[in-house]
């Protein structure tokens, strides 16, 4: 089976916290992506990083960090010093053999 | 800058009424696709296209239809609406397919009374 869950379905933090998102995934190919897709209030899905399954390399962009890990088949998200403008739907997302299969997203507040 | 546009952005639909979605792209993108969005469910994929005059079901085709006769554009065709068709509905566009970054567009609310 092909699958992504993503189990915190909200999350409610108060800026400057850390957060870290989870998402789990499912699939028998060897060669597949991992991605994360931010959704804010105005509704339009924005891109911000992609993975492929040789590469277990963490990631940092700024305050975004990623960690994966085949082993657990994990591709968690974690959001440092978080910022009101982190509030958003954040899914994650996985394309293993020209499919993309996208998890039920968090939602994340972040409260001042 | 356009990227993907989608019109319109709201739309009210009667029971079995009918409508098209617009969906048009300026990247010069190959793949474009329409994925529809339900509460707490993600997103599942309608319909897809690999290029001009190709099209093929997603996850969830029944109740639409595509086409595809330029690159740039990729219409939605709901044809006899239903309240199971009252969703949140996003076009997007990669250039070589799902293993890379995809574009989207900033959606179409549609509620079906």
């Known amino acids: 089976a092909q699958k992504v869950t993503q189990a915190q379905t909200e999350i409610s933090v108060v800026e400057k916290e850390d957060v870290t998102l989870d998402c789990v995934y499912e699939?028998?190919?060897?060669?597949?992506?991992l991605f994360w897709y931010k959704q804010p209030p105005s509704g339009e899905l924005v891109f911000l990083i992609r993975?492929?399954?040789?590469?277990?390399q963490n990631e940092i962009s700024g305050r975004y960090s990623w960690n994966f890990q085949k082993s657990t088949s994990s591709f968690n998200f974690t959001i440092t010093a978080s910022q009101v403008v982190d509030s958003a739907v954040y899914f994650c997302?996985?394309?293993?053999?020209?499919?993309?299969?996208f998890g039920q997203g968090t939602e994340l507040s972040v409260k001042p | 800058n356009a990227g993907v546009t989608q019109t319109p952005k709201f739309r009210i639909l009667k029971i079995g009424q009918s409508m098209t979605l617009q969906c048009t792209q300026d990247?010069?993108?190959?793949?474009m696709y329409w994925y529809r969005q339900d509460p707490g469910m993600g997103l599942k994929l309608i319909y897809y296209?690999?290029?001009?005059?190709?099209?093929d079901k997603g996850e969830v085709p029944n109740g639409y239809n595509v086409s595809r006769s330029t690159t740039e554009d990729f219409p939605l065709r709901l044809e006899l609406a239903a309240p199971s068709q009252t969703s949140v509905y996003f076009c997007?566009?990669?250039?070589?397919?799902?293993?890379?970054?995809?574009?989207f567009g900033s959606g179409t609310q549609l509620s079906v009374l």
């Open positions: 997007a566009s990669s250039y070589g397919g799902p293993n890379e970054k995809l574009f």
């Open positions: 699939t028998r190919d060897t060669t597949y992506y």
């Open positions: 993975r492929n399954s040789f590469d277990e």
């Open positions: 997302a996985l394309s293993p053999g020209g499919k993309l299969i």
């Open positions: 990247m010069n993108h190959n793949y």
């Open positions: 296209s690999v290029g001009a005059g190709i099209t």
